[in-house]
Nanobody
Framework: QVHLVESGGGLVQPGDSLTLSCLCT??????????MSWYRQAPGAQREMIAN???????IYGELKKGRFIISRDNTKHTTSLQMNALTPEDTAVYYC?????WGKGTLVTVSA
């Protein structure tokens, strides 16, 4: 059974950069054929899509995310990462990775001075 383990969340200051990682355990060789995404949900808000990467590397970014957020994948390590730059308090949210339709449990990112 596929499990996703997110890591890298925490408390950062405005202007900082942070990289989240998501390890897909038990994905096996099918990982390279899976699409993957990152979503987030801020307090009191709906979940929103940050970025999506298909199995051929085609990426789509949600509104206003491109340029500050960069999605990547490593098919040999079965991981997807989200690099986040120039963070602001409005980026405070629980961040989720999705691989092949399976959601991780999320990791909290708090941006505060």
């Amino acid at each position: 059974q596929v499990h996703l383990v997110e890591s890298g969340g925490g408390l950062v200051q405005p202007g900082d950069s942070l990289t989240l990682s998501c390890l897909c355990t038990d994905c096996g060789p099918m990982f390279r054929f899976a699409g993957m995404s990152w979503y987030r949900q801020a307090p009191g808000a709906q979940r929103e899509m940050i970025a999506n990467m298909s199995n051929d590397g085609t990426t789509i970014y949600g509104e206003l995310k491109k340029g500050r957020f960069i999605i990547s994948r490593d098919n040999t390590k079965h991981t997807t990462s989200l690099q986040m730059n120039a963070l602001t308090p409005e980026d405070t949210a629980v961040y989720y990775c999705i691989v092949g339709g399976v959601w991780g449990k999320g990791t909290l990112v708090t941006v505060s001075a």
